[in-house]
């Protein structure tokens, strides 16, 4: 998107057109962003509509501070880790009931199936690895390392998507990458032998 200016006017008056708009240029990159976060293609696709919905609210505050793509991967990056927050309390909640004997019908419907799109399904294995380790990251360090390595944005572009300086941001994907080296040595340890 080259002049912003006029779409974002369009999107606050809550021109339907400016919105079909919104989502035909920047659809790929929130699912791509959402799918960074949440390997499973039917989440993804729920969370972009979610974070289309979110934009569309929310266009009357957007005060033009960071540019239009920046502010819907600032959402898709909330809503994502909002979710994976929320599925985390929801394991633990199910745990504990079948500690206690509560079993819920819903406890066997929560597990995190892998089906990335994106990925072969000879590297499947290994990527859903890789995404399982991605997933022990603390939040910062996930964050910029989906995008920088999935999303492709530059360090500055994060700075701005994360509201950080650019060697901190170099810093948290530097931290990332050594964590996941030492959550997947064991693995490719093991495939050595």
Not at 21 to 31: F, G, H, M, T
Not at 66 to 79: D, E, G, M, P, Q
Not at 150 to 167: A, D, F, R, T
């Amino acid at each position: 998107m080259t002049d912003e200016r006029p779409l974002i006017l369009a999107l606050q008056l809550g021109e339907e057109t400016a919105f079909r708009r919104l989502v035909d240029e920047c659809q790929e990159r929130v699912l791509n962003t959402c799918l960074g976060f949440l390997p499973n293609l039917h989440d993804a696709e729920d969370l972009t509509q979610e974070v289309f919905i979110e934009a569309f609210r929310s266009v009357g505050n957007f005060r033009g501070d960071s540019s239009l793509n920046t502010w819907l991967y600032r959402i898709a990056v909330s809503k994502s880790l909002q979710l994976i927050r929320q599925r985390q309390r929801q394991k633990r909640l199910d745990f504990f009931k079948s500690l206690v004997g509560l079993e819920d019908e819903r406890a066997g419907a929560m597990t995190d199936e892998f089906n990335h799109p994106g990925i072969a399904l000879e590297n499947s294995e290994r990527a859903k690895l890789l995404f399982e380790k991605m997933a022990q990251l603390p939040e910062n360090q996930r964050t910029a390392f989906v995008l920088h390595k999935v999303e492709g944005l530059s360090h500055n572009e994060i700075g701005e998507v994360m509201q950080l300086k650019v060697p901190a941001v170099e810093s948290l994907i530097f931290r990332a990458k050594r964590r996941l080296q030492e959550l997947l040595r064991d693995f490719y340890e093991e495939k050595m032998i």
